[in-house]
């Protein structure tokens, strides 16, 4: 298992926080997502191999939010 950390901009409420953890635990290969509204970080458990981070910056960038 793995973990990453990304940095997503535009975050302001719940469902914001909403809208990141849900695009991400759509993805095929993503265990757990943990998104801290207020230092606007979403730290990620995935399996190698399965999903990338790229794939996850796309999901998040798809719900209108940056990822830096």
Known sequence: MAQTTLNV???????CK????NALKELE?????EVDLQ???ANVEYEEGKVSEESM????EDQGYDVV
Do not use: L
Request: glycine share 18%.
């Open 39 to 41: 230092a606007g970080k």
């Open 29 to 33: 290969g993503v265990k757990n997502v």
């Open 57 to 60: 910056k796309e999901a998040v």
């Open 18 to 21: 909403s809208a990141v953890t």
């Open 9 to 15: 901009q535009g975050m302001t409420c719940g469902h």
